[in-house]
């Protein structure tokens, strides 16, 4: 292993910290305090904005979300789509469009919890520190998008094997030490979330719902054994 | 068969005064926290009137409910093809604004208000911000509000009324009003359970109960869409989706709900029905004019030999069974059938049934004289001040039918009781009446005594609900109570 120390502190402590806090959190906090994992949703109290910021902020982090989970599992596909140029910029400008709609998004729902008395009852310190982690880390993303516009390449060619090797028990700096500073600084805010995340709200990304579309309409409990 | 047992209830709204001492009884037991302010599990409505969330009957507005849709029922807010999509917005979800914004006055004013040349008042402050609140609406804002043009005229059950009927009903000498008293309905195919993402929502299988486990409920919000009665309320404090309990922990130690038990009218029954789960689909899905009729037959008789031995067979309790033979509410739904489902057509197929009342007399009928003798004494059901029609709506599924046969065996028995008790009416025109009104002596006597003269006994038949045998369907009692000893509760803490 090679490298700064701080990228040591960066890019092999804090991901296993984030990690391990990560899984043993959630886990933890299902298991003791499931009545916890709620959407918390503010709907009912302002049912206006509410559409016109949630709405987009989660339909394109999904889709921002599903492309960095495509980068990591497949990043050779990645660089046969990017061995185009115009391939390249079709994946980047999407990538950006989807990028600035989750910020645009965010700093709608930012805004309509700041600005909505009603809402601003329901919104507790965790949640203004996890907005400013997501607002960093999502301005950051954008950030890249418009200056590195060959991001997706890097992913597939540093990131996905840096976080292999993270993943494998066998940390290779290496991969991202020669980085430029944002796309470290958007790396190190990804594992402050997910480190951050069993404290947040976002734990109901972990339950959703996925067997109603297979269960039957209507649920029966019984206390006593049925014959 | 597959025989089940379920609690059903009756409000007789003849009887109704509309008092609200039964959504007082459940507030003080149940929604005085933080969250629940809004929620009344239990109200009161004043009809003709828009009730509460306002104009929850306009499901053009709300979208609650099963539709029929190629031969199948869906929920019309979110079927399972919506429910992802729409699970970031939900599209029908009512919001604050529909039912009120709770608030409380600032009462310290009165005491630390500055010196000063007029009397300090006590402002009203919201219970969500503590901001000074201009009240727009509140609990009961249209109580006795009959004949408003901002609230009754409104009432969705006003559709297909005439031009003259609802003029009538507007103005002031004919001006009419009943209450209706709302709980939850505990249907036999909840529309909120259906459309539960997380699948929280259930029904117990023993009693029919209707509940939302709160450590599984998601805040998705799809169930408070989905009821077409909006008897799912969403707690905006603790973000997860509440409803009435029928008072479980009440009925499993014997007692009748707290709002059952509050009635000062004494206009609520309780007691326990068999019936056929097997057929619930193919009854929900009968056309309009065949639902209330359909629903009735899937009640089996509790006497039938035949039934009570499906009923053991499907591991259903003599003791609830023997229940069920003494049900009021088996006599006033399937054997008499004066109580009728509210709004069945949105086909949850609901366990809570209503006697309609029978309206005053249109008192000025004949020119302006106000004419009461005996030969009209007790008016034909027709000119009633509240149009059949509007009764049909409200509880036929806009079919006159039913309607008119639970009120003419009504007047039928007022009828053979003036005859008894102060004799002046013609026993043979009584005789006659409960003819038409197919009523027999018995019968009118029977629905008398359960009307006029029900003890707390006869009105609520509380089946045993057998709990004791859900701790030992996990462990034997004994190692449970040497194994457990005080244990720890928590309570509800919202999530971060």
């Known amino acids: 292993m090679t490298g700064h120390y701080l990228d040591q502190l960066m890019f092999v402590a804090l991901p296993y910290v984030a990690l391990t806090t990560f899984f043993l959190m959630t886990i933890y906090r299902y298991r003791a305090q499931s009545f916890s994992y709620s959407s918390l949703s503010s709907q009912f109290l302002e049912n206006k904005q509410h559409f016109w910021v949630v709405v987009p902020f989660h339909y394109a982090v999904l889709v921002i979300t599903a492309g960095h989970l495509v980068a990591l599992f497949i990043p050779r596909g990645i660089l046969a ?33 700041f600005t909505t008395s009603k809402v601003r009852q329901v919104t507790s310190p965790t949640d203004w520190i996890i907005y400013g982690i997501l607002l960093l880390q999502v301005a950051s993303g954008v950030g890249i998008a418009l200056l590195h516009p060959w991001g997706s390449s890097w992913f597939a060619t540093n990131l996905s094997p840096y976080l292999w090797s993270i ?55 019984w206390y006593r054994p049925r014959k | 068969m597959n025989v089940r047992s379920q609690i059903a209830m009756v409000f007789h709204l003849d009887k109704c005064i509309g008092c609200h001492t039964c ?85 310290q004013h009165l005491f630390n208000a500055p010196e000063g040349d007029d009397q300090p008042t006590a402002r009203p402050v919201s219970m969500i911000t503590g901001e000074e609140l201009a009240i727009e609406s509140g609990p009961n804002w249209d109580d006795d509000l009959s004949g408003s043009k901002l609230y009754a005229e409104n009432d969705p059950n006003l559709a297909g009324l005439s031009e003259q009927q609802r003029l009538q009903l507007s ?76 008072c479980f922990p009440r009925l499993e130690t014997g007692q009748a709900p707290a709002c059952f038990h509050s009635c000062v009218g004494r206009i609520r029954y309780l007691g326990v029905v068999l ?74 197929l609901p366990m809570l049934f209503y006697v309609p009342p029978l309206a005053p007399v249109q008192s000025n009928k004949s020119d302006d004289v106000i004419d009461h003798v005996s030969e009209n004494l007790f008016h034909d059901i027709d000119d009633a001040r509240v149009p059949m029609k509007y009764f049909a709506n409200l509880f036929g599924a806009g079919n006159e039918g039913p309607v008119r ?49 029900c ?4 009105r609520f038949v509380i089946p045993p609900m057998y709990r004791e045998q859900a701790v030992e369907m996990l462990k034997d009692p004994h190692e449970h109570r040497q194994s457990v000893g005080f244990g720890f509760s928590s309570g509800p803490k919202r999530g971060l």
Not at chain 1, 177 to 191: E, G, N, Q, R, W
Not at chain 2, 284 to 294: M, S, T, V
Request: proline residues 7%.
């Open chain 1, 81 to 113: 789509w990017n061995s185009h140029p115009l391939r390249l910029y079709i994946l980047e400008v999407s990538a950006l469009a989807c990028g600035l709609l989750t910020l645009i998004g965010l700093i709608g729902i930012v805004w309509r919890r």
């Open chain 1, 167 to 221: 993943f494998t028990l066998d940390p290779n700096i290496s991969y991202v030490a020669p980085l430029p500073l944002l796309v470290k600084f958007h790396i190190v805010f990804a594992f402050i979330t997910v480190g951050f995340f069993p404290f947040t709200r976002l734990v109901h990304i972990l339950v959703i719902p996925n067997p109603y579309l297979w269960r039957k309409p209507q649920v029966v409990r």
């Open chain 2, 23 to 107: 959504s007082i009884a459940c507030k003080n037991v149940w929604t005085d926290r933080k969250g629940t302010e809004y929620m009344w599990w239990n109200n009161v409505e004043t009809k003709p009137g828009t009730g509460y969330p306002t104009k929850w009957e306009d499901q053009d507005k709300y979208k609650g409910g099963w539709e029929k849709k190629n031969g199948h029922l869906e929920i019309i807010s979110t079927g399972k093809a919506k429910v992802i999509p729409n699970i970031f917005h939900n599209p029908h979800m009512p919001s604050m604004d529909d039912y009120y914004e709770p608030w409380t006055y600032d009462y």
């Open chain 2, 171 to 246: 103005s002031v000498e004919q001006l009419v009003f009943f209450y209706l008293p709302r709980i939850c309905n505990h249907c036999l195919n909840p529309c909120c359970v259906a459309a539960c993402p997380s699948g929280a929502l259930y029904k117990r299988g023993e009693d029919g109960i209707v509940l939302i486990d709160q450590q599984r409920c998601r805040a998705w919000r799809a169930c408070v869409s989905a009821c077409p009665y909006k008897k799912t309320y969403y707690n905006w404090y603790t973000g997860k989706s509440e409803k009435c309990i029928l």
């Open chain 2, 275 to 348: 019936y056929d789960a097997d057929r619930m689909e193919e009854v929900a899905n009968l056309p309009n004019d065949e639902l209330i009729e359909g629903q009735r037959s899937m009640i089996l008789d509790p006497n039938d030999p035949e039934v009570i031995r499906a009923a053991r067979a499907n591991g259903v309790p003599d003791g609830v069974i023997e229940s069920a033979q003494l049900s009021p509410v088996y006599q006033m739904v399937k054997v008499w059938k004066i109580a009728l489902p509210p709004h069945i057509e949105y086909r949850t």
């Open chain 2, 405 to 453: 046969y639970a009120l003419a065996k009504q007047k039928a028995v007022r009828w053979h009781r003036r005859a008894i008790t102060v004799g002046d009416v013609d026993r043979e025109a009584a005789d006659r009446i409960l003819r038409e009104a197919d009523c027999t002596i018995e019968e009118a006597e029977a629905i008398y005594q359960l009307t006029s003269l």
């Open chain 2, 455 to 458: 003890t707390f006994e006869d």
